[in-house]
C-alpha cells in the first residue's frame, strides 16, 4: 500500500515537473497532445477509482462506461485550478463545459440546488476566453457523455 502511494506521489511529481520544465510557450502539437490525454482522462473514472480532491492521481469524472459520475464532477470543480492542471498532467490552461442532446450549452445538475455548468481557469468562459486570454493557440476537443440517460458532449478549451 505505502509503495503504490509513493509510486503515485512520484508519478505527480514527475508529470508535473515535466510539465513545469517545458518551454512557456508550447508548440501546437504539444498542445493538441495534450488536449488528447486531458480529455481521455476526463472521460475515464481518474485514479484511484473512488479518487477525490485529496488523493487524485488522475482525473476522471466518469462511471468508466461514459456516464458523468456527479460526486467525481463535483471534486474536480472543487479542486484549486492549478492543482488540477497538475494532476489532469498539463501545463496549459484550459475550461470544460457541456451541450446538451439538443446543441444548446447546459449544465450539468448534481441536485435539485447545485449545478456545474462550467470547470476550469476562474474567471473564464467559452465566451470570453479570447478577449481575456487572447491565446496564440486554441484546441477544441470534444468527447460525448451520457448525462441522465441523454447524450452531452463535453468540450475542453486548452491554450496557449
Known amino acids: 500500500m505505502a509503495s503504490a502511494v509513493f509510486f503515485s506521489i512520484l508519478f505527480l511529481f514527475y508529470q508535473y515537473y515535466t510539465n513545469f520544465i517545458s518551454s512557456e510557450s508550447g508548440s501546437i502539437d504539444d498542445i493538441i497532445e495534450d488536449s488528447k490525454l486531458v480529455s481521455g482522462h476526463l472521460v475515464s473514472s481518474g485514479y484511484p477509482d473512488d479518487w477525490d480532491s485529496?488523493?487524485?492521481?488522475?482525473?476522471?469524472?466518469?462511471?468508466?462506461?461514459?456516464?458523468?459520475?456527479?460526486?467525481?464532477?463535483?471534486?474536480?470543480?472543487?479542486?484549486?485550478?492549478?492543482?488540477?492542471?497538475?494532476?489532469?498532467?498539463?501545463?496549459?490552461?484550459y475550461i470544460i463545459f457541456f451541450y446538451n442532446s439538443e446543441g444548446n450549452l447546459d449544465s450539468i445538475n448534481l441536485s435539485d440546488s447545485e449545478s456545474i455548468s462550467l470547470v476550469g481557469k476562474p474567471g473564464i468562459t467559452y465566451d470570453n476566453v479570447y478577449d481575456e486570454e487572447q491565446p496564440e493557440k486554441l484546441i477544441v476537443t470534444s468527447r460525448f457523455l451520457i448525462h441522465n440517460s441523454s447524450i452531452y458532449r463535453m468540450v475542453l478549451y486548452l491554450w496557449d
Open 54 to 93: 485529496t488523493n487524485a492521481t488522475r482525473i476522471g469524472i466518469t462511471d468508466n462506461n461514459q456516464r458523468i459520475n456527479f460526486t467525481k464532477l463535483s471534486y474536480l470543480s472543487e479542486m484549486e485550478y492549478n492543482m488540477s492542471k497538475a494532476v489532469l498532467g498539463t501545463s496549459f490552461d
